[in-house]
């Protein structure tokens, strides 16, 4: 299993663009990085998955380097809601079975 | 609305009770997922269903059990309950091929009293 190290708490504005990185240096090659948001009391919300280079989606952007030892997921003009925390997995996604662990995520804090 | 969806809301009973939580996956998915989380323990996998058999084990103890059915909706028991199993139970379902594609009901709250 790829480990994942993510912050584990960030601050922004609203408006402004926010960056969580995470690292996975043992990423193997059939591999793919998925991101989830959560809210208090809600199950994770799937967010946005890549192998490599830029995926983009309505809700965000994945930037994955040549090689792939990291991630980057972007949140363009965060606001208030945005506020939850966000967990980064690692794994090979039609293994059937589900083999990884939702770490502690980063919790992100968006203020007015 | 994720298309999952979990009964009952909010379950309270008493330590030593037994209690079965049900979760009916999105539509065309066949794999379903349970998940324990409490305040202290984070976000916990416990048991991975793929089409009516058992696919994947997490850290799930032996008091509780699941099973998924020929209509693909899913039930987790807890058996001899304590008071820390109180936590949110969720249960997620991912299309064919696709593991780490999840889709998270609204989950089940627990309180062992």
């Known amino acids: 299993l790829a480990k994942t190290t993510q912050p584990i708490s960030m601050d922004s504005y609203e408006g402004q663009e926010v960056n969580i990185t995470c690292s996975h240096n043992n990423i193997a090659t059939n591999d793919y990085i998925t991101w989830y948001q959560q809210f208090p009391s809600q199950g994770p919300r799937f967010i946005i998955q890549g192998y490599k280079t830029k995926v983009t989606n309505e809700v965000a952007s994945l930037f994955i380097p040549a090689d792939r030892k990291s991630s980057t997921l972007s949140l363009p003009r965060v606001s208030l809601s945005d506020t939850a925390v966000y967990y980064c997995?690692?794994?090979?996604?039609?293994?059937?079975?589900?083999?990884?662990?939702f770490g502690a995520g980063t919790r992100l804090f968006v203020k007015a | 609305d994720s298309g999952v969806t979990q009964t009952p809301k909010h379950l309270i009973t008493a330590t030593g009770q037994r209690v079965t939580l049900r979760c009916s996956p999105r539509?065309?998915?066949?794999?379903v997922y349970w998940y324990q989380q409490s305040l202290d323990q984070g976000l916990q996998f416990l048991i991975q269903?793929?089409?009516?058999?058992?696919?994947a084990k997490g850290n799930i103890l032996e008091r509780f059990s699941a099973q998924q059915f020929p209509d693909l909706h899913s039930e987790l028991n807890l058996s001899s309950l304590e008071l820390g199993d109180s936590a949110l139970y969720f249960c997620a379902s991912s299309p064919s091929g696709q593991v780490y594609e999840q889709y998270f009901g609204p989950g089940t709250r627990l309180t062992v009293t």
């Open positions: 997995l690692v794994g090979a996604i039609n293994t059937g079975g589900f083999k990884t662990i």
């Open positions: 539509s065309g998915d066949l794999s």
């Open positions: 269903y793929y089409n009516g058999e058992e696919r």
